[in-house]
């Protein structure tokens, strides 16, 4: 009993000490401004976001139908964008079911179309146009992944993949942006992926249409910022997707497997909060990868001998696995 009264009153004494220091009101102004900023970014986010007209193409399935369900949830109005007109109902269907009682949210709209057919991209785009009036926020995120050997890929699977990652991405990019420029606002966001910044071994289809959007994004941002639009990349490393399933491989075939990667990938969900976040706070340039990955970017530029080594060292592993 007497000790612990007397472990109360010191640690009472403790916090007098402490409250009349200089570093009190420190603490508590640092305290302050932290919330003070988290409030700014979440009406900023509000504010950005509510009512936007946003464009998510490959909104069909994996980390497009959850930008679709985040982007809806902040009270953007969509228009949902891919290939599958049946999936994109559902999720048209299941979002407008979905009215939250804290926000105005709107029932999406939907266009469906392949990325791949430059000609059909002209015509959708203006089918995207007609669904708001314009285009507030475009988010490029459909895409296809590769597997197989250089040697053994044929050049029109090559074509193939840059046609529906870069070629896809530029058409549409290029096809909403005169509405943009004239309307001096918009926000042009696109999924590249870590392999837009590093390119590893049996992927290079891939990992030449992300390294080829990378440039055409960064490209693009320094262009159209006079005319006050934004431009993010996002680089994610592996996402518990689809994406390995729907992969194509050096003859043109469907991968159809769930790679182990992809299976420990990022839940989606997640990596579309972050994706939230950064366009409301117009992040321009985003890196969403582990520890490794983002290590190898650096070594890429400033040792690249040692990220060469790496990555020669990893072909030889995966054929070995393969062969045997
Ligand atoms: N998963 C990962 O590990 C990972 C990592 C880094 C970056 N990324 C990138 O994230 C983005 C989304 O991929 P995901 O992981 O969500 O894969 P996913 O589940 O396979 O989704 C791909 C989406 O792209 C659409 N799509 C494919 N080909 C199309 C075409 N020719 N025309 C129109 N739409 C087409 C598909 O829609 P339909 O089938 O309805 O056409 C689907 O909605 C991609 O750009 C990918 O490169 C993924």
């Known amino acids: 009993m007497f000790f612990q009264s007397s472990r109360r009153s010191v ?44 464009v998510v193409t490959g909104a069909s399935s994996g980390l497009g139908r959850e930008c679709a369900k985040v982007f809806h949830a902040a009270g953007a109005r969509l228009v949902l964008c891919g290939r599958d007109k049946e999936r994109l109902q559902d999720l048209v269907k299941e979002l407008t079911g979905a009215a939250d009682s804290q926000r105005k949210t709107y029932p999406p709209s939907m266009v469906t179309f392949d990325l791949s057919d430059t000609e059909a991209v002209a015509s959708a785009a203006v089918e995207v146009l007609q669904c708001f009036g314009h285009v507030d926020i475009l988010i490029n995120n459909a895409g296809i992944s590769y597997r197989g050997t250089i040697l053994e890929t044929d050049v029109q699977v090559h074509k193939q993949v840059m046609d529906m990652n870069y070629f896809g991405a530029v058409a549409l990019t290029k096809a909403l942006l005169p509405s943009m420029v004239q309307r001096r606002s918009g926000h042009i966001a696109v999924v590249s992926s870590v392999q837009g910044k590093i390119a590893i071994p049996f992927r290079s289809a891939y990992a030449a249409s992300k390294h080829a959007t990378q440039a055409f994004f960064d490209c693009l941002r320094a262009e159209v910022e006079k005319f006050g639009i934004e431009v993010s990349v996002f680089s994610p490393g592996y996402i518990r997707t689809n994406l390995s399933v729907n992969a194509v ?29 950064c366009v409301s706070r117009k992040k321009k340039d985003v890196l969403l990868a582990g520890v490794f990955p983002t290590l190898a970017v650096y070594f890429r530029t400033l040792c690249p001998s040692l990220f060469f080594f790496i990555m020669a060292s990893r072909a030889r592993k995966e054929q070995k696995l393969k062969d045997s």
């Open 11 to 54: 640690s009472k004494g403790k916090l007098m000490e402490f409250t009349s220091s200089p570093f009190f009101p420190l603490v508590l102004g640092s305290i302050g401004v932290v919330a003070l900023y988290q409030l700014l970014l979440r009406v900023r986010q509000k504010t950005h976001i509510q009512d936007a007209v946003v």
């Open 249 to 277: 491989t050096g003859n043109g075939s469907k991968y159809s497997a769930l790679d182990k990667n992809t299976a420990e990938g990022r839940d989606p969900h997640d990596i579309a909060m972050v994706m939230l976040n």
